[in-house]
């Protein structure tokens, strides 16, 4: 596929919750070359496509002769309708898609872009084959998170953080803090902070304590 003279190259990266990190996207198309002013990013997914990089790179960046530069094919979409349905639109919009984890789609373009009948109709096979095996591998990742919170709740484990109870404090410190807040040498804010507690589990724990006094 032939690139216009005035074309640029963009970059889409995505994590789907905040707690994960951009970062190694980020250095993998910086090491394609692409200035950093053209990678658009999100943090967290949007419901379907409504994500605010994408949409404004979508519609206000690429133009034709364009190349648009992903890690993956489920960068695209939350499934494979959506997934057909950008690659439908880029297609149509003349913007050339790569997929850095599928090298075999880039060799396919360029052994054959030049076979516009063929490229069409084996690349549409290719493409079908991979947006399948994305959204497969999507439907595997749920349903490890979902059986391994069933497992969980099966053998009564709290999923999080431990609540905090009597037998995870010091016994010692606590029972000086204590006296020391009942003497009205401290405050309850003071004491609770001393301890690692929060106000929602702080009278809770006071009461556990009165209760083995």
């Known amino acids: 596929m032939s690139e216009q003279a005035n074309s640029k190259v963009f970059a889409y990266i995505r994590v789907s919750s905040k707690s994960q990190k951009l970062d190694r996207q980020m250095d993998e198309m910086l090491k394609q070359g692409i200035s950093p002013n053209n990678i658009f990013k999100d943090e967290a997914s949007g419901k379907d496509m409504d994500r605010i990089g994408y949409q404004y790179m979508r519609n206000q ?57 063929l490229m069409d109709s084996i690349g549409n096979i290719i493409f079908e084959l991979m947006a399948w095996q994305a959204q497969e591998e999507r439907e595997r990742i749920k349903l490890r998170q979902a059986e391994g919170i069933a497992s969980a709740k099966q053998r009564n484990k709290h999923l999080g ?19 020391e807040w009942k003497a009205g040498n401290t405050t309850a804010v003071a004491f609770m902070t001393s301890i690692g507690l929060k106000k929602s589990n702080f009278y809770k724990v006071v009461k556990e304590y009165e209760q083995s006094l």
């Open 61 to 117: 960046c690429l133009r034709t002769g364009d190349t648009l530069v992903i890690k993956s094919l489920d960068r695209l979409g939350r499934n494979k309708n959506d997934i057909k349905s950008e690659w439908a639109y880029y297609k149509d919009m003349g913007v050339r898609v790569r997929i850095l984890d599928m090298p075999m789609l880039d060799k396919f373009y360029s052994e054959h872009g030049a076979n516009k009948e």
């Open 161 to 179: 953080r431990p609540k905090a109870d009597l037998s995870t404090i010091d016994a010692d410190k606590f029972a000086k803090g204590y006296a």
